[in-house]
């Protein structure tokens, strides 16, 4: 029943790996989405994609990389973790680049 | 209660009142606007949304107003309840740019049985 869903919840790695987060999600939506959140709650975007276009935040380091192997699925690629990385990463979707986001449950990385 | 902006991060209410948070956005071109809610542990949840064609959209207990001319936004509800302690989120986008929304710093609600 999950709409959208992410692996792993809990990600602990050290500085310098290359790790990944999946997203998927179940609803038919076109538009998939990155969000990193901070000690401090603070919710920032970083993509908007979808099979036409990616968008990037331009604060975004291009260590992040977005891939979609198909249209249900935006997974995360961060290469050369740094500290600073530590959050949590939400990945949501939409209908379309009009319609209301759907977020899923986080997952919440560690850099040690 | 009535909490303004980033300055009152925290709302404490009694169960049974209405509670009223507030937002000021920042993009002058936003052209929708969404409240979420998100509890400990958990992905922000839609609330409500308004486009800025309207100045008012109602839904379940909740309701959303939008001034454009000063940009701001808020979110009443009504007769909140203990399962509304949360922290809120209000989002603004320009929805033909890629609808990546801004978030602002977010309040957190508190509900006093």
């Known amino acids: 029943d999950t709409a959208v869903s992410q692996t792993p919840k809990y990600l602990v790695t050290q500085m310098g790996n290359d790790k990944s987060i999946k997203c998927e999600q179940n609803l038919g939506h076109d538009t998939m989405y990155w969000y990193k959140q901070d000690s401090k709650k603070f919710l920032k975007i970083m993509f908007s994609?979808?099979?036409?276009?990616?968008?990037i935040n331009e604060t975004v380091p291009n260590r992040f990389s977005p891939k979609s192997p198909d249209k249900a699925h935006l997974n995360l690629h961060i290469n050369s973790l740094e500290l600073g990385d530590s959050a949590v990463y939400f990945c949501?979707?939409?209908?379309?680049?009009?319609?209301?986001?759907?977020f899923g449950p986080g997952t919440r990385l560690t850099v040690t | 209660g009535e909490n303004v902006g980033l300055h009152l991060p925290t709302l404490s209410v009694q169960e049974g009142d209405n509670s009223i948070i507030n937002c000021a956005y920042s993009?002058?071109?936003?052209?929708?606007f969404i409240w979420y809610k998100q509890e400990s542990g958990k992905g922000p949840q839609f609330i409500i949304d308004?486009?800025?064609?309207?100045d008012k959209r109602q839904g379940q207990r909740v309701t959303v107003l939008l001034n454009k001319t000063v940009k701001h936004l808020s979110l009443q509800i009504a007769a909140t309840q203990p399962g509304d302690s949360a922290v809120y989120f209000c989002a603004e986008t320009v929805v033909n740019a890629g609808n990546m929304l801004t978030f602002g710093g977010g309040t957190r609600l508190m509900v006093k049985p």
């Open positions: 308004i486009r800025s064609n309207m």
């Open positions: 949501a979707s939409s209908q379309d680049w009009g319609s209301e986001q759907y």
């Open positions: 993009n002058s071109a936003s052209d929708y």
């Open positions: 994609y979808n099979n036409k276009e990616l968008i």
